[in-house]
């Protein structure tokens, strides 16, 4: 299994940036593919959510009406675009597979990529 986020970097206040998760073995289609964010104060948080159709979206407050989740499950991608970028935006994103609770529940972790937001 395979979770590689990529898109990370430096933006200015203001500014826009689109990140990326390529995922790779597991039932891709299956899976609700989430977006966690994670700072050294607040620890990691979850940002956006997707269900495995692609019809159910679900955003954080803080990321309503800036953020865009998507995915593509023809070519097993999630993707975040993000707009309107604060300061309070920087943080390191992950990239995260959830299907099932409890006992049942299978998830999955990318190894995460910067993002930081200047004044």
């Known amino acids: 299994v395979q979770l590689v986020e990529s898109g990370g970097g430096t933006v200015q206040s203001g500014g826009s940036l689109s990140l990326s998760c390529a995922s790779s073995?597991?039932?891709?289609?299956?899976?609700?593919m989430n977006w966690y964010r994670q700072t050294p104060g607040k620890g990691r948080e979850l940002v956006a959510r997707?269900?495995?159709?692609?019809?159910?979206?679900d955003y954080m407050n803080f990321a309503k009406g800036r953020f865009t989740i998507s995915r593509d499950n023809t070519k097993n991608t999630l993707s975040l675009q993000m707009s309107n970028l604060k300061p309070e935006d920087t943080a390191i994103y992950f990239c995260?597979?959830?299907?099932?609770?409890?006992?049942?529940?299978?998830?999955?972790w990318g190894q995460g990529t910067q993002v930081t937001v200047s004044s």
């Open positions: 995260h597979a959830q299907r099932g609770w409890g006992s049942d529940k299978s998830e999955y």
């Open positions: 997707i269900s495995g159709d692609g019809g159910l979206e």
């Open positions: 073995g597991f039932p891709f289609n299956l899976y609700v």
